[in-house]
């Protein structure tokens, strides 16, 4: 996998990687805690235009499932991960978020890699958490990223990035790798038009 992908590639893989709705699963909590919206407008379909902006995001250490193939098989899996997380006592914070590693328009779909994930609280340092398998624990690294926030169904969220990549590509930056996806509002009950997703893109000069 190259570290930068070609902003060309990426607004074909625009239109090809469109996870499933994720399930939030009969009992599993969507979310630990308070969840914060990011500090842009909501951009709404058909996100012609979409409220862009940059930030350098912390690190965070979070707990993941690997999860290999079609994109559109990996938001069901996020009722796997938080099932999973529950059962061994998981120390979990904020919501959950799909990490994608490789360009859809290239890659063969069953060399395609993502991970399912959730942050972890301060307790994974002070405690010491080990996971064991299927989950994995790793640090997401502070670095720079363009976000947005974005409106309506989980399925859609693909379809704004290439709003998001006229942004960098206008300041002169390349998108690397992976795109993370934050899903804010749990699916379960909740109205399409009320669901809200934080795309970031992590980018270079």
């Not at 904020?94 to 779909?109: C, K, N, Q």
Request: overall charge negative; glycine content about 8%; aromatic content about 10%.
């Amino acid at each position: 996998m190259k570290a930068t992908l070609p902003i060309v590639s990426l607004l074909l893989a625009a239109c090809a990687s469109t996870p499933a709705e994720p399930d939030p699963g009969p009992s599993a909590a969507w979310a630990t805690g308070p969840v914060a919206m990011p500090d842009v407008p909501v951009s709404q379909p058909p996100y012609d235009v979409v409220h862009a902006n940059w930030k350098q995001r912390l690190g965070e250490a979070y707990l993941y499932l690997l999860h290999d193939g079609d994109y559109r098989d990996a938001g069901p899996r996020i009722a796997d991960l938080l099932q999973e997380a529950a059962a061994q006592g998981a120390p979990l914070r904020g919501a959950p978020f799909i990490l994608f590693y490789d360009d859809p328009a290239t890659t063969p779909v069953s060399q395609l890699r993502a991970r399912i994930a959730i942050g972890l609280s301060d307790a994974v340092t002070d405690e010491g958490f080990n996971p064991l398998p299927p989950l994995f624990l790793d640090q997401l690294p502070a670095r720079p990223v363009v976000y947005a926030a974005i409106g309506g169904a989980y399925s859609d969220v693909p379809r704004s990035y290439p709003a998001l990549f006229r942004y960098m590509a206008g300041r002169g930056w390349s998108a690397t790798t992976p795109i993370r996806e934050t899903y804010l509002v749990s699916p379960a009950g909740a109205a399409v038009e009320n669901l809200v997703t934080e795309v970031q893109i992590p980018w270079g000069s």
